[in-house]
C-alpha cells in the first residue's frame, strides 16, 4: 500500500497504518500457541507481515497462507555474530521453509573495526544467495544503530546498498536502544530513495511515535504493539469523523 506524499494522522487510515507494520514474533521464550495467535492477529490486522524466530517459519508461512501478510524471518539474529556461510544457510533454509523477507544482522563487530569491505561482502552473499533462491525475496539488514558512531551508521547504509540489499533497518529490539527519529532521518539522508527503504524497529509502541518515524523517512514499522497502534487510529479517524 502505498502511502501518502505528507504523511499525517489525517492523510493516513488505519489500513495504511497496517500496511506498514512487520509484527514481531521474536521473544525467545514465545510458545507455538503465541506463535499462531500472532499471526491470527496480523491475518484480523492484515499487516504488510510478520516476522518471526526461524524455526517458526513454517507454522507461519501455513497459518498464513495466501492471506496478503507476508512471512518473514531473522538472520544471524540478535547479535550478527555468526560466519558468512552460516547466515547464507540460514537464508536458504528459511526461504525453502516459506519465508519471503530475511532481517539480516550486520556483523558489528568487523563494522566497528573498520573490516568494511568484509561487511559488505557478507551482505551482498546474503542477499545473492536469497534473490537466487527467490528473487522476489526482500532483504533488510539490521544495523543496531545504538550501538554504532554516526560515522559508522553512515558507513553501513553506504555498504548495504552497494551489496544489492533492500532496507537499511535500525535495531533488532534486543539491544541498548531502539529506532529513533535522528537515526532514520540519517540513514534516508544516507541512501538512494529509489534503491534502498529504511525500516524503524524497537521501542514503537504508540501511533504517535509510528508516525513519527515514518516522517523521518521510515516506510515500514517492526513493532509488537499492533493492535493497541491501529486500535488507536481506529479510534481516532473515528472521533474526527464523528466531528
Not at 13 to 30: F, G, Q, R, W, Y
Not at 81 to 104: C, H, R, S
Not at 178 to 185: E, Q
Amino acid at each position: 500500500m502505498q502511502l501518502p506524499a505528507n504523511i499525517s494522522l489525517e492523510t493516513l487510515t488505519p489500513e495504511a497504518v497496517a500496511k506498514t507494520i512487520d509484527h514481531a514474533l521474536l521473544k525467545p521464550d514465545m510458545t507455538t500457541d503465541e506463535v499462531v495467535a500472532g499471526c491470527q492477529l496480523c491475518l484480523r490486522y492484515q499487516t504488510a507481515s510478520v516476522c518471526v524466530k526461524p524455526c517458526d517459519v513454517k507454522l507461519a508461512a501455513k497459518v498464513l497462507q495466501n492471506s496478503g501478510v507476508l512471512v518473514g524471518t531473522v538472520i544471524g539474529f540478535p547479535h550478527g555474530n555468526a560466519p558468512t556461510t552460516v547466515k547464507v544457510f540460514e537464508a536458504e533454509q528459511a526461504i525453502a521453509d516459506g519465508a519471503v523477507e530475511l532481517d539480516m544482522v550486520l556483523n558489528i563487530g568487523h563494522l566497528k573495526s573498520g573490516r568494511l569491505d568484509e561487511v559488505r561482502e557478507e551482505i551482498r552473499s546474503v542477499t545473492q544467495a536469497a534473490k537466487s533462491k527467490l528473487p522476489t525475496c526482500c532483504v533488510k539488514v539490521i544495523f543496531e544503530c545504538s550501538l554504532l558512531t554516526d560515522d559508522e551508521k553512515i558507513l553501513a547504509c553506504r555498504a548495504t546498498e552497494e551489496a544489492g540489499a533492500d532496507y537499511v533497518k535500525t535495531s533488532t529490539g534486543f539491544s541498548t536502544g531502539g529506532a529513533t527519529v535522528a537515526d532514520l532521518r540519517l540513514m534516508r539522508a544516507h541512501t538512494s530513495p529509489e534503491a534502498v527503504h529504511v525500516k524503524a524497529s524497537g521501542g514503537i509502541r504508540t501511533l504517535d511515535y509510528l508516525i513519527e518515524c515514518l516522517q523521518a523517512g521510515a516506510d515500514r514499522i517492526g513493532a509488537s504493539a499492533t493492535a493497541e497502534i491501529v486500535d488507536e487510529m481506529r479510534a481516532r479517524k473515528a472521533a474526527t469523523e464523528s466531528h
